[in-house]
C-alpha cells in the first residue's frame, strides 16, 4: 500500500501542465469548462438580470393579479386514485384559486373511478372523464384539452404536490413576454430521504437539473418541460393540436411549442415535490424511456430543425444541437476517452482514473455549494447532501452513461421505444405507421 502511495505521488509530481491537459482533456474541456465555468457566468449574468427586472416581474404579477385567467389543470393517469386526496389539498391551499381541475381516468383498473366520482360530487374536482379502454398518457391529456375552458392549461402528475404558490407563480412568466407559450415547473424530489437512490436523483435534480434549466431557459434553448408541472397557453395547444401519441410526452411537446414559433421558460420559483424510482432498477427502466426519446424524436421525428428552411429558427437550432452533442454524442467519445487512457496510458491508467475521481468529487462539491447561493427553494437542508457528494460521481459518471449508451443503442438500431410498455401497444403502433 505505502509502495503504491509513493508510485501515485510521484505519477502526480510528474504531471507537466501539457501532460495535464492531454491526459485529463475529457474532463477539463467537457466537464469543468462546460458545467463549472460557463455555468457560473450564466448564473451570475441570470442574478443580475433578475435584480434589474424586478420592477418588471412586480407589473407582471399586478397584471396577473388583476386579470385573474380562468386556468385549466389537467391531471391525466392511470391507477393515480390513491394519489387524488392529497393533490386535491395541496391544490386548494393554493394562492391563485381561479382554476378547474380536470382529471382523466385513463383505463384504471383500481379504484380510480370511484375515488374521481367521489370527488366530483364533493367539488373537489370539476370534471371527471374516464377512457374505458386505456389510451395513454398523451391520449388522455388531450381528452382533458377537449374539455378545459381556461386562458393556460396546466398539466400535473397525480403523484405530485406543490408549494402554496406554484400555480402564481408557473403563470408569471407569461406575462413577462407574451411571446412566451409554454413554462416549465421546478421539481424537485419529495421522497429523498428513502433510499439511496432517491438522495442520488435529489442531488441530481437539486443540483443539475434545476440549475441547468435556469440556465438553458435564460440563454432561450431551454428543452423539456416536465409533465409532473407544466403550463401552457390554451391557444398554443389548439394550434399545435395538443399532445402527439408516444412515450415523448415532456421532450414532444416542448419541441412542438418550439417549432410554432413561441418561447419556453422556466420558472424556478413554481416548486413541484414528486416521488421518484426508489430502486436502481425502476431508475433504469424510467430512464431508458427518457434517453430512448432523445433519438426517437430529437434526431428522427423533429430532425427538420437542422433543415434550412422558412421555419429555421437559431434557439431551436441550437438548443437540439446541444442535447444531441452533451446527451448523446459524448457518451460515445466517453468511451473513446477510456479507450485513450488504456491504450496510451495504460501502464498509469489506475493513477488517472484515481485522479479523475478526485476532481470530479471537487467538482461536484464546489457547484453544490457556489451554486446553492442562486436556488431560491432549497430541497432539504443544504448539510443532508453533502455526505453522498462523493457517490455523484459513480452515478453520473459511470451508472447513467452506462444507461443511457444502452438506451440510445437500442433506439438506433430496433426503435424500442415502440414496445415500450409505458404506452399502450396499439398507440405505439399507431404511432410507428404515423412515423411520430
Same mark, same amino acid.
Given at each position: 500500500m505505502e509502495l503504491f502511495i509513493d508510485e501515485y505521488i510521484n505519477f502526480l509530481l510528474s504531471l507537466t501542465l501539457n501532460r495535464f491537459i492531454r491526459v485529463f482533456w475529457f474532463f477539463i474541456i467537457f466537464e469543468f469548462i462546460r458545467y463549472v465555468i460557463l455555468d457560473l457566468i450564466i448564473l451570475i449574468v441570470f442574478s443580475l438580470s433578475n435584480k434589474l427586472n424586478k420592477k418588471k416581474k412586480?407589473?407582471?404579477h399586478e397584471m396577473l393579479t388583476f386579470e385573474q385567467p380562468l386556468v385549466s389543470l389537467i391531471i391525466p393517469g392511470k391507477n393515480e386514485g390513491a394519489h387524488l386526496y392529497k393533490l386535491m389539498h395541496s391544490l386548494r391551499n393554493q394562492t391563485y384559486k381561479n382554476f378547474e381541475v380536470i382529471?382523466?381516468?385513463d383505463g384504471s383498473d383500481d379504484a380510480t373511478p370511484i &375515488?374521481?366520482?367521489?370527488l366530483l360530487k364533493q367539488g373537489l374536482i370539476d370534471v371527471f372523464l374516464r377512457n374505458d379502454i386505456r389510451g395513454g398518457k398523451a391520449s388522455a391529456a388531450n381528452l382533458a384539452l377537449r374539455f378545459a375552458k381556461g386562458k393556460?392549461?396546466?398539466h400535473l402528475d397525480a403523484d405530485c404536490s406543490f408549494d402554496y404558490d406554484a400555480i402564481e407563480k408557473i403563470l408569471l412568466p407569461f406575462y413577462l413576454d407574451e411571446r412566451v407559450g409554454a413554462v416549465g415547473g421546478n421539481v424537485m424530489v419529495r421522497n429523498y430521504?428513502?433510499?439511496?437512490v432517491?438522495?442520488?436523483q435529489a442531488i441530481e435534480y437539486y443540483d443539475t437539473?434545476? &440549475?441547468g434549466r435556469i440556465i438553458s431557459s435564460h440563454l432561450g434553448i431551454y428543452r423539456v418541460i416536465s409533465g409532473a408541472f407544466g403550463a401552457f397557453k390554451k391557444e398554443v395547444m389548439d394550434e399545435i393540436k395538443g399532445w402527439d401519441i408516444g412515450p415523448g410526452l415532456d421532450g414532444d411537446i416542448t419541441v412542438k411549442v418550439r417549432k410554432a414559433g413561441y418561447k419556453i421558460k422556466f420558472a424556478s420559483e413554481a416548486v413541484c415535490l414528486t416521488n421518484v424510482p426508489n430502486t436502481f432498477r425502476k431508475l433504469i427502466k424510467q430512464r431508458m424511456r427518457w434517453d430512448k426519446s432523445l433519438v426517437r424524436f430529437r434526431m428522427r421525428k423533429h430532425k427538420d430543425v437542422f433543415y434550412p428552411n422558412k421555419a429555421f429558427n437559431w434557439s431551436n437550432f441550437i438548443s437540439f444541437t446541444e442535447n444531441i452533442t452533451y446527451g448523446f454524442?459524448?457518451?460515445f467519445k466517453w468511451l473513446f476517452y477510456i479507450v485513450d487512457v488504456l491504450a496510451n496510458h495504460f501502464s498509469q491508467a489506475v493513477f488517472i482514473l484515481i485522479t479523475n475521481f478526485f476532481m470530479y468529487v471537487f467538482m461536484n462539491y464546489f457547484k453544490y455549494i457556489v451554486f446553492s447561493l442562486f436556488r431560491i427553494r432549497k430541497n432539504a437542508p443544504m448539510y443532508y447532501f453533502l455526505p453522498f457528494i462523493p457517490c455523484m460521481v459513480i452515478y453520473f459518471g459511470y451508472f447513467l452513461r452506462i444507461v443511457r449508451l444502452v438506451a440510445h443503442s437500442k433506439e438506433l438500431l430496433f426503435k424500442a421505444s415502440y414496445n415500450d410498455p409505458w404506452n399502450p401497444y396499439k398507440t405505439s403502433k399507431h404511432a410507428k405507421e404515423l412515423g411520430l
Open positions: 412586480n407589473d407582471a382529471v382523466v381516468d &375515488i374521481g366520482k367521489s393556460f392549461i396546466v430521504k428513502e433510499s439511496l432517491t438522495t442520488l437539473i434545476s &440549475i454524442l459524448l457518451n
